[in-house]
């Protein structure tokens, strides 16, 4: 069976300071990933995807980076942190023949 | 912009009571799913719906898909303080080739006991 894993579970950064938010992916071969912030309560918002190894898209321009080393890992990144950058990311994947996409646990970041 | 209008944002009720949750776009989706999330974890599959007008049950949680598949709904009968949680719908569009999904800004579900 497929899971996804996200660490750290809860991050708590000053602003300035860098960020590695890592996921990834057992059980499966070439799955699209992708990361989301979520507000308190809210819905998701799409920050980058990856359909394949070195290939990533940006939904909206923003302090973030996001790179795709191997296969089932995916990375969340920035060199230095704004206080609006906090908040849920979470990572999920699917396969490309379908819409269903499977979540990871979260991250909470907290930049103060 | 493609979007997915969730409705009510935020619905408080007492155990018993019946409710509905609703999405809706513009834009026609060849899949459409619900997603059910608690605080502090990841969003988790309920359901996918892929035929206009399909309907579909699971225990006490109706769902069901729109003729022109541009919308949904979600019927929740004699909710449960487990049914608490956030609802998301999200769309799949079948020109879109990277299985990217349109979410909704969710719906707030409290069951008070």
């Known amino acids: 069976s497929q899971t996804i894993h996200q660490w750290p579970a809860t991050l708590v950064q000053p602003v300035g300071s860098p960020l590695s938010l890592e996921c990834t992916v057992e059980g499966t071969s070439n799955p699209n990933l992708y990361w989301y912030r979520q507000a308190a309560g809210r819905g998701l918002q799409l920050l980058f995807y990856s359909v394949g190894i070195g290939q990533i898209s940006s939904e909206v321009p923003q302090n973030l980076s996001a790179s795709r080393p191997q296969d089932r890992q995916f990375i969340l990144s920035s060199k230095k942190l704004l206080l609006s950058d906090s908040g849920f990311y979470l990572c999920?994947?699917?396969?490309?023949?379908?819409?269903?996409?499977?979540f990871g646990p979260g991250t909470r970041l907290l930049v103060l | 912009t493609q979007l997915l209008e969730q409705s009510p944002q935020f619905l408080s009720i007492q155990e018993g009571e019946n409710l509905t949750v609703y999405c809706n776009s513009s834009s026609v989706f060849s899949s459409l799913q619900w997603y059910r999330q608690e605080p502090g974890e990841g969003p988790v599959l309920l359901v996918t719906?892929?035929?206009?007008?399909e309907v579909k049950k699971l225990k006490r949680l109706t769902f069901q898909f729109g003729d022109a598949r541009k919308d949904s709904s979600l019927h929740i009968t004699a909710a449960q303080p487990g049914d608490t949680g956030l609802y998301l719908c999200?769309?799949?569009?079948?020109?879109?080739?990277?299985?990217?999904?349109?979410f909704g800004q969710g719906t707030t579900l409290q069951v008070k006991p």
């Open positions: 999920a994947w699917n396969l490309l023949a379908g819409g269903t996409q499977y």
């Open positions: 999200a769309g799949h569009h079948g020109s879109s080739n990277t299985g990217k999904l349109i």
């Open positions: 719906v892929v035929t206009g007008g």
